[in-house]
Structure formats: C-alpha cells, structure tokens
C-alpha cells in the first residue's frame, strides 16, 4: 500500500495565520492540499464573500466555519488560502472606497513570501479573478498558471457594456456583458446593500465585499494581452450572478486562454 507523503515541516493546515504585510495590514491564510515538500504551490483567491456563507481564507470553499478542511488533502499541492484584505481578520487601514488592485497584490504577495512560494499557480474565484490577473501582471516571472473559475471582467470605463445577461453572440460579433452586482449609487445598494437593516445584519456583509462593489467599477492595472502565463477559464452556462460572456471576453483576450463552458443550476455559481 502507497504512503501518502507528509506534509511539509512548517506547514500547519487548517490553522488560520496571519502576516502583516508592507502596507500596514494584517493578512490571514491557511494551508490546505498534501502538501508535500515537492508539491507546487496554488494560490486560492475567493470572490465576494459574505460571513453567513464560509470564511473567505477559505479560499475556494476549501473550510467551513470550523476551519475544519474536507476532501483536500489529497489534493498534491500546498494550496494557499487568503482572505483578502477587508475579509475575515485581514485588515484595512484605509477606506474600502480608496482601496485599488495593487493595493491588494501587495498583501497576496507578502503572504507567498511568508510561505516561501517563490513560483506559484493561482485559482479565483468571481471577484478574485481581476486580483489574480493583477497579482500575474506584477510578476510574470513567478505566476505559472491561473484558473478562473466564473470570474468578473472588469466594468470600468472602456471595456464592453452588454444589455442583458448572458447575451447570445453571433460568431465575430463583438463580446459585450453585464454587471451583475449591485453598485454604489444604485437603487438596490441604496436600499440593500448599505442598508444597515438588511445585508449589514442579515448577511453580514464584511468591508472587503464593498471593496470590492467599488474597486470593480476602476481601472485595472493589467492589458490582458500582456499576460502570457497559461489560464484555464471555467463559466456556467445559466450563471445569472456573473455574466457568462465575461468568462468569453476573458478568453478572447489572453493569449494563452483555454475556455470550458459547463451546465450550471440558474441561479448560482458554478464554482
């Protein structure tokens, strides 16, 4: 009978752990995966998350509230779960409104270092996906793969604007899509989303999760062409949260993009 390989020395899975990171903030993350000496190192980045739902170091669900990991750890990676700044323990000292994507690459990159990943992949999930490209964009050299797994495009200024969610496209028609959430200003953030009766108690809604309302809607620091490193795209046909058509933009944008399209339950992400 094969022995699975011990993890790493050093390595403590399933423990929440912090670093503070060369902006002031206090970073958390925990381990999951074999992690064995030899394995490669992954980098889990999680999308909006409210607190009701499971901790956001979690990274792709890879924990529930008990911290207590479930069907990973034969999984040969050191995976990396990190809660991005504004969620769980990880800190902001600055207005969530004033946070941009470098700023959030800065504390993804302290924790890698702390772990001594010096080349990793990255797997992100809905509003992780801007990070991860934005973490690949800062470092080429160390970032081997991604997988974006229905991931947001970003709304700023100049990129597409569709008219409803996922729109047919013919084929060579321009790829257009929608923005699911709902955004400061509206209507639905006004009487919900920064209502203190409805999401802030019902949902708990953490201050990384309007970080992320605001930051979506600004520049981003990368030309997707610009990243050479391969991605693997995951998208859910009937996904009525994130547009499937960002995951086609997202595709037909980067280089090295393989797209899978999968069924998915209305209503819900496929990741």
């Known amino acids: 009978m094969k022995v699975a390989p011990e993890a790493e020395p050093g390595i403590e899975k399933g423990k929440?752990?912090?670093?503070?990171?060369?902006?002031?903030?206090?970073?958390?993350?925990?381990?999951?995966?074999?992690?064995?000496?030899d394995d490669p190192w992954l980098l889990a980045l999680h999308g909006q998350v409210p607190k009701i739902m499971y901790p956001a170091s979690a990274g792709i669900r890879l924990a529930r509230k008990d911290t207590k990991l479930s069907g990973t750890d034969a999984l040969p990676f050191k995976?990396?779960?990190v809660a991005r700044p504004g969620y769980d323990g990880s800190t902001l000292n600055k207005s969530y409104k004033e946070m941009a994507y470098e700023d959030?690459?800065?504390?993804i990159l302290a924790?890698?270092?702390r772990v001594g990943a010096g080349k990793f992949a990255m797997a992100a999930t809905s509003s992780g996906g801007t990070?991860?490209?934005s973490v690949a964009h800062k470092v080429p050299d160390r970032v081997t793969a991604i997988q974006l797994d229905c991931c947001d495009a970003s709304y700023a200024p100049g990129f597409p604007k569709g008219k409803k969610m996922n729109e047919p496209l013919e084929d060579g028609a321009p790829i257009t899509y929608v923005d699911g959430a709902s955004r400061p200003g509206s209507c639905m953030f006004n009487c919900c989303c920064n209502n203190p009766c409805c999401c802030f108690c019902v949902c708990l809604i953490p201050k990384g999760f309007l970080m992320d309302l605001y930051i979506e809607t600004g520049p981003v620091p990368y030309k997707l062409e610009d990243i050479k490193c391969p991605v693997q795209i995951i998208s859910?046909?009937?996904?009525?949260?994130?547009?499937p058509n960002c995951s086609k933009f997202h595709a037909s944008k980067l280089p090295n993009a393989t797209f899978h399209s999968q069924l998915v339950i209305k209503g819900s992400y496929l990741c």
Do not use: H, K, N, W
């Open 16 to 37: 929440i752990l912090s670093v503070t990171s060369p902006s002031g903030r206090v970073i958390e993350y925990q381990f999951a995966g074999r992690c064995a000496p």
């Open 79 to 81: 995976i990396v779960g």
């Open 104 to 107: 959030q690459v800065v504390d």
């Open 111 to 113: 924790v890698m270092d």
């Open 131 to 133: 990070v991860a490209l």
């Open 236 to 243: 859910g046909t009937a996904d009525d949260q994130v547009d």
